[in-house]
């Protein structure tokens, strides 16, 4: 309603009447690339509240799995995901031997680590390369993917696939993944030409205003927001807290590198975050080669036995993942499998809402999601 | 050869269906789209997202009983002629997440995709490689050339 006051055409704010728009896209959308819901709740091209619903490929990995001997479970939570496969039988491994009391030589260790990082690389450019997408870069997207292909080809040549590499196994890692002096010859060379390529590409990248300034400021989310909702990985970090578990976890101690951060919680400072860890893990992966110890690199010598629950945490490239096995004769009973990504779904509510709709998909894209390997059953307990 | 065919075989347009698997397909093909390694545009083919625009439809994933009817609808509405290629083990046959059941029905999967859409062409592999894909693709196009003239 339009009333005049003093001569000038005002809105009379009392009167004027907003319209709640709801747009709701998915569940299996053809601009998705995974399949999700999404409600968004407009008022004004602003939207007022989002609603992220999962649910559609839920595959039943973990009933798959009760039942099967822990060695083959393993085996199947790689096929949680496509992107952090490696994460899913790392930690899954890590929990069976835990759970069974089962030693695992150094060398094994730092092959894991070394499987971890370069899946981190991997992960964290498809990140870039789906952001700049998003953003209607394609350049810097095919820019990114062709930096990516060399940590696809390293990965190709330690587990013979590009994508389920499966290097871990129970006690160790598989014979086929071991390292002679060409192969770790091959994997520094490549490290110093992500180092190089990657810097170039985000020396570009800032440099450009109009990407700049379509990315600052949108998608907020502030620190309190990103604690408040128990936001993990490199999210979190992005807000400017300063929490990693691999700080935590003793297959890292040998290792140093730093915990990265970036202030703002925004588009810029998500893509930022990701850039700058990348040499962090570039660094590891050095280190890993130049202290990888002589040994044996799998231990056979274990019994399939009774174990109560036990849980093991890791930091995956998207945050903490988490799984669990309770295993009655090293037969799975029970397991529990939790993504990061999980956690991130209520971040990416929360970056959407007050910000106006057409930078919605971005802010979603830019808490990294990976909807797949987030449909578990779940269970929300209230406290 | 035809005038139209003359004319698609300039623009052929893949459409990419997620229909559940552990997304590892899904980047391969867009790897094979946007990465220039692969690079599928040397043969005329450019990825769309709209059913409408497109001409051979790529499905990955085993089928969850929850995308059968969006998978038949996206299919429905490509105009014809159309082309499915079925990408992955789990598009190929159900994967580790039918078959693990052995005799038992799985509750979650109603693929493999050929028990639900018409398949022309199937790569298998999985992770599928984007050579694969790619292979997979150009393959499936004479055919698509020569119903187009029919
Ligand atoms: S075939 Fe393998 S890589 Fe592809 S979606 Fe299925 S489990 Fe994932």
């Known amino acids: 309603m339009v009333t005049k006051i003093d001569g ?13 728009t709801e747009l709701n896209m998915g569940t299996v959308h053809p601009a998705a690339l995974e399949p999700y819901r999404v409600r968004l709740f407009i008022e004004d091209e602003i939207v007022k509240d989002a609603e992220i619903t999962v649910g559609v490929n839920h595959r039943g990995i973990e009933r798959i799995m009760e039942g099967l001997p822990v060695e083959k479970a393993n085996a199947l939570t790689e096929k949680v995901c496509g992107i952090c496969s490696n994460g899913h039988i790392f930690n899954s491994c890590r929990t069976g031997e835990g759970a069974l009391g089962i030693e695992i030589p150094e060398r094994a260790k730092y092959l894991r680590v ?20 998003v953003l209607c870069h394609e350049t810097f997207a095919m820019r990114i993917f062709y930096i990516r292909e060399s940590v696809m080809d390293l990965l190709f040549m330690m587990g013979g696939n590009r994508v389920q590499y499966g290097i871990s196994v129970l006690g160790g890692i598989r014979p ?12 520094l060379d490549t490290m110093d ?16 205003p109009m990407v700049m300034s379509r990315i600052t400021g949108t998608g907020e989310l502030s620190q309190k927001q990103a604690l408040d909702l128990h936001v993990t990985g490199p999210t979190l970090r992005a807000t400017g807290y300063e929490f990693d578990y691999r700080t935590k976890m003793p297959e890292y101690e040998p290792f140093e590198f730093n915990v990265i951060t970036q202030d703002g919680g925004d588009v810029r ?18 280190q890993v080669i130049k202290g990888l110890p002589e040994g044996p690199i799998v231990n056979r010598n274990w019994e399939l036995t009774d174990a109560p629950v036990y849980k093991s945490y890791i930091e995956v490239p998207r945050g903490v993942c988490y799984h669990s096995y309770g295993l009655e004769d090293g037969k799975v009973r029970h397991s529990i499998i939790r993504t990061p990504s999980m956690s991130n779904i209520a971040a990416m509510q929360e970056s959407c809402i007050g910000h106006p709709v057409q930078d919605a998909q971005l802010n979603i894209v830019s808490c990294d999601p990976c909807f797949t390997c987030t449909d578990r059953a779940i269970q929300i307990i209230k406290l | 050869m035809g005038i139209k065919s003359l004319a698609r075989k300039k623009a052929i347009h893949l459409m990419l269906v997620y229909t559940g698997g552990c997304n590892g397909c899904d980047i391969e093909i867009v790897n094979t789209v946007l990465s220039p390694k692969f690079d599928i545009e040397q043969y005329n083919v450019y990825l769309t997202w709209n059913p409408r625009e497109a001409d051979v439809l790529v499905v990955s994933g085993p089928v969850t009983h929850w995308t059968k009817e969006p998978l038949i609808k996206i299919y429905e509405s490509i105009p014809k002629p159309k082309l499915v290629v079925a990408v ?41 490689r984007p050579e694969d894909v790619v292979a997979g693709v ?9 119903k187009e003239d029919k």
């Open chain 1, 8 to 20: 000038a055409t005002t809105c009379n704010e009392t009167e004027r009447q907003v319209f709640e």
């Open chain 1, 114 to 133: 070394l499987a971890q990082e370069l899946e981190r690389l991997h992960s964290h450019m498809l990140y870039l390369g789906h952001g700049s997408e």
């Open chain 1, 176 to 187: 086929r993944a071991d390292l002679n002096s060409r192969e770790k010859q091959r994997i």
């Open chain 1, 193 to 208: 030409y992500i180092d190089e390529k990657v810097a170039a590409f985000a020396e570009r990248f800032v440099a450009d």
């Open chain 1, 269 to 286: 400072a998500n893509i930022l975050m990701r850039a700058t860890e990348i040499f962090e893990s570039t660094n590891i992966i050095r």
């Open chain 2, 88 to 128: 992955g083990a789990c598009a190929l046959t159900g994967g580790v997440y039918k078959n693990i059941h052995g005799e038992l029905p799985s509750e979650e999967i109603a693929g493999p995709v050929d028990n639900v859409i018409p398949v022309d062409a199937k790569v298998p592999g999985c992770a599928v």
């Open chain 2, 138 to 146: 150009v393959s499936v196009i004479p055919i698509l050339l020569e």
